[in-house]
């Protein structure tokens, strides 16, 4: 497991650009919102940490994670963000339901990243278990929503 030896909400503020002057779009699917309020809740926090101001940081709400690809690009069109967090939840069911969505949303994120100069971080988790989802969105592992914001600061600093 990836993140069975790591904190996904450890960083190391003195090697992370400081995100004074920079502005964020963060997209969160309502789908699995007991997990995605609490990954928004760690990006929005270590932005913060990082020097963002809260009124540069602005949030659109998608219903689930296959539309975050549409919320993300909307976003860009009408806001001026220096980076978007795709925030969502995938919790695997009994059907192939699950790989369609998970598949379609990591390759309209990627699709983002090529087609605009403004960086897309993917911050949607995809787990088998709901106990899984809540171990990445504040629970044993940290918080990828905390990651998540880092990056974004990283990949808006290039």
């Not at 997209?27 to 919102?33: K, P, Q, Y």
């Not at 960086?119 to 106990?131: E, G, S, W």
Request: aromatic share 6%; with cysteine; proline share 3%.
């Amino acid at each position: 497991m990836a993140t069975a030896n790591k904190n996904l909400s450890v960083y190391d503020k003195a090697t992370i650009p400081n995100a004074n002057d920079l502005r964020f779009g963060i997209v969160v699917s309502e789908w699995n919102s007991e997990i995605t309020e609490g990954l928004y809740s760690g990006a929005e926090e270590a932005l913060i940490d990082c020097g963002a101001s809260q009124e540069n940081i602005v949030r659109w709400n998608v219903p689930g994670s296959f539309e975050l690809p549409f919320g993300c690009k909307k976003l860009l069109a009408f806001e001026k963000v220096d980076a978007v967090i795709a925030i969502g939840s995938v919790i695997q069911g009994e059907t192939k339901h699950f790989d369609f969505v998970c598949n379609a949303t990591a390759q309209g994120i990627m699709d983002l990243n090529i087609q605009t100069d403004v960086p897309v971080i993917f911050c949607v988790l995809t787990d088998n278990t709901l106990q899984q989802a809540q171990d990445r969105s504040g629970g044993k592992h940290g918080n990828k929503g905390v990651e998540a914001a880092i990056a974004a600061i990283q990949m808006a600093s290039l």
